[in-house]
């Protein structure tokens, strides 16, 4: 038996993931153990959990693998240093604070306080990429595809295109800092007043609400060839200005300014992150929305003609946005994507691992990705125990009874936070830690964001809807387990699905089948046979935190907020009227 644990540290992201002969059987972020969102210190809870769940210690760890190499891309590194030499003290800083990664066993012991006489593994560190693209192509359950990862910036490289074939991640394409897709992402969201890290998904709610009038701008912002993606770097503060992305005491991230004067001088200051929305920053995200769709299909079109395949393996924070994915079947020669649910850095664990896995031990592909659900679950026992200590009532339910329960509560408009089975990996929240309401009454997107959620009233919510059912409702046919495409809702369906419907008829749909999720599709099911909707409006299980990850934390979120009903396990729980 081999035993590969495979970690992301001091990176955003923190997480941690264990295969078992080449198969994930655990992985988890950091942010849903300490509850601190986008955590980005040592993963030191992560790394035990996923011990725990599977059954091992750390002596029995045969390999640890890290997301990053500080080996690769030296040659640039030197280069870019030795051009901008008034950058070099804060480029040596960057430097000399990912060093903490390079005796691994020195780390892990250390931060998990494990005997070191017990570590025997040996350390991989793999490229930032090259483990993005692992973390798809080798889950895929394919011999071969092109692979394509984009993001910031991982080992000074901002996009990578592979050719993907049984052990082997060819390395076709890079493309390198500073000129980097996410980044400019990144720096119009700070502009626009979004300055946490992670707050890019926003922009993507915003954009359709804003027009073309800024749109010749980001045409000069970003210039194509037919091997590359460049920025017009006028826009922005120059790589090496500031430290970049640094980490507060609580283990957060923080991003430093990168916008430049240019862009004040153009559209003025830059938003207060407590003032209200304008036009400007509408036409903002709108441009900024366009041109990374633009880009991102160029690039992807680039993987293609370098790995031709009908196949795409993707990666990288930027694939998680999910109306760039909806339009790849339209405008590439791709008919076929796996984009790994966890896309972002949090993947980077599950990536180096299977990478050491596959393409340095040639361990044999048994392993395909039909679901997301690697985190921790809870007993019956356990839950009961909690619902007992916060002194809840409940009623137990077998499990067609607990459907018919839950059905009956979203069918009047009710709100049911739904907490099942193993806890997502990934940002999504898939079914398992998930708010589900009824997607076609008029006011249910208010009604979340007034009890629950709070979020800015032009970001949109999701449809989950049952697999066989997604031609008829959506444009688009190619599945999208794991939330990550979004596809115009077809006219007859918009006012029907009027809560999860976008102001531009478009859904972030996530379809399920019963083989990679029988309880959270019985119930979609349920729910179309007593009103003809085979979708329910699915958010994550959450306010304004890490999603639930343990039962009491879905107990506290219900009794803070104004849920209707807890549906935790077989245990069926409703306050007895709204608070």
Known sequence: MSVILGINTFHAGSSAAILIDGNPVAAVAEERLNRIKYYANFPVLAVRKCLEMAGLKIGDVDAVALGRDSAANRAKKIGYALKNPTKLLNLLKIKASRRRVEDLKTLIASQCEFDPAELRFAQYHIEHHLAHI????????????????????????????????????????????????????????????????????????????????????????????????????????????????????????????????????????????????????????????????????????????????????????????????????????????????????????????????????KEPASYMMKDAFLGPEFSESEIKGELEHYDVKYVRHDRAPLIEATVDEIETGNVVGWFQGRMEWGPRALGNRSIVVHPGLPNMKDILNARIKRREPFRPFAPSLLAERQGDIFEHTHPSPFMLHVY???????????????????????????????????????????????????????????????PAEAIECFQRTKMDVLAIGPFFCKKEQSQ
């Open 488 to 550: 115009k809702i077809k006219p007859a369906w918009q006012e029907r699905l009027c809560a999860v419907n976008h102001v531009d008829n478009t859904g972030r749909l996530q379809s399920v089948t019963r083989a990679e999720n029988p309880l959270y599709y019985d119930l979609i099911k349920a729910f179309e046979a007593r009103t003809g909707v085979p979708v329910v409006l699915n958010t994550s299980f959450n306010e304004n935190e890490p999603i639930v990850c343990r």
């Open 134 to 361: 692992a973390s798809a192509f080798y889950v895929s359950g394919w011999d071969k595809a092109a692979g394509l990862s984009i993001d910031g910036s991982g080992d000074f490289v901002t996009a990578m295109m592979a050719e993907c074939e049984g052990h082997e991640i060819r390395v076709k394409n890079r493309i390198y800092v500073p000129h980097s897709l996410g980044s400019m992402y990144t720096m119009i969201c700070e502009f626009i007043g979004y300055r946490k890290y992670g707050d890019e998904g926003k922009i993507m709610g915003l954009a359709p609400y804003g027009s073309d009038a800024y749109c010749e701008t980001f045409d000069d912002m970003v210039r194509l060839s037919d091997s590359q993606m460049s920025l017009n770097l006028k826009y922005f503060l120059p790589f090496g200005a500031n430290q970049g992305v640094t980490l507060n005491e609580k283990g957060q991230m923080v991003i430093g300014r990168p916008y430049s004067d240019d862009m004040v001088q153009l559209f003025g200051e830059p938003r207060d992150p407590d003032a209200e929305i304008t036009k400007r920053e509408e036409d903002l995200a709108y441009g900024l929305q366009h041109k990374f769709e633009e880009v991102y299909v160029h690039l992807l079109n680039i993987a293609h003609r370098l790995a031709p395949s009908e196949r795409v393996a993707i990666a990288g924070g930027c694939a998680l946005n999910s109306c760039a994915n909806g339009k790849i079947f339209d405008h590439t020669p791709f008919r076929e994507t796996f984009i790994q649910p966890a896309a972002g850095d949090e993947g980077l664990a599950l990536g180096a691992a299977l990478y050491v896995s596959r393409a340095i031990l």
